[in-house]
């Protein structure tokens, strides 16, 4: 193998390793936004969203106009060499968000694609994170790890941490001004917290039950790419 093998080989091994640390939480990551997009917002454009999703699927294009970017989404197959490799079923799911665009970028009917969009973001969800949608809602699921970046940062994270992703204003209030430590982040939007007698306990035993249940869906999924 000469100088020029060698490089190539170290080319192809080092993309190889990228691809695989994309780990499919940005899927999760992406339908989330949509779903939180469409709930939040009137009447949004996604020209963001779609650029968003292009760069992941073609890291390398150095694509930056973003109607372009959308004519283009349009009309692709979204198969790739290097950035994040799509399923016929994440597929499906990006191809149907595209296609309910208008020509302003803007959904053509919010109610309707946003609930089928609910339902793609439930089924990732439960499929890549099967042990932690066992315990909480799985948009809630979704909006944990879009708030922290993704399941490779959460899972370093404490219980406690995890407990209180969401409340960061709050808790910079309490450092700064001396006001009441919050007791829960975004899990509080979680059906168990919002029934609970006790708030607080019933946030730290969740957030204690998702520091491991995350930590074994990262691992096993880590574990699977490594044997694919």
């Not at 994270?157 to 982040?185: M, N, V």
Request: proline residues 3%; contains cysteine.
């Amino acid at each position: 193998m000469n100088n020029k093998q060698i490089i190539e080989w170290n080319i192809s091994r080092s993309k190889e390793e990228i691809k695989k640390q994309i780990l499919k939480d940005r899927i999760i990551i992406f339908f989330t936004r949509l779903v939180e997009d469409a709930g939040k917002y009137q009447n949004p454009n996604f020209y963001g969203r779609i650029k968003e999703i292009y760069n992941l699927i073609y890291p390398y294009s150095g694509l930056e106009d973003p109607k372009e970017i959308f004519e283009r989404m349009k009309k692709s197959d979204f198969k790739t060499r290097d950035g994040l490799v799509l399923n016929s079923e994440e597929a499906e799911a990006v191809e149907f968000f595209i296609k309910n665009l208008d020509s302003e970028c803007q959904m053509k009917n919010k109610a309707k694609v946003k609930k089928e969009l609910d339902v793609f973001l439930k089924k990732f969800v439960v499929k890549y994170l099967p042990n932690s949608s066992k315990i909480i809602e799985p948009y809630i699921l979704g909006k944990l790890i879009s708030s922290i970046g993704g399941i490779s940062k959460i899972v370093r994270k404490p219980a406690s941490t995890i407990q209180l992703i969401g409340a960061e204003k709050a808790l910079f209030r309490h450092i700064a001004k001396g006001k009441d430590c919050p007791k829960y982040g975004l899990i509080y939007y979680s059906r168990k917290i919002k029934k609970a007698e006790n708030k607080g306990n019933e946030a730290r035993k969740l957030g204690n039950q998702l520091a491991i249940n995350m930590r074994i869906d990262y691992f096993q999924h880590v574990k699977n790419l490594d044997d694919s």
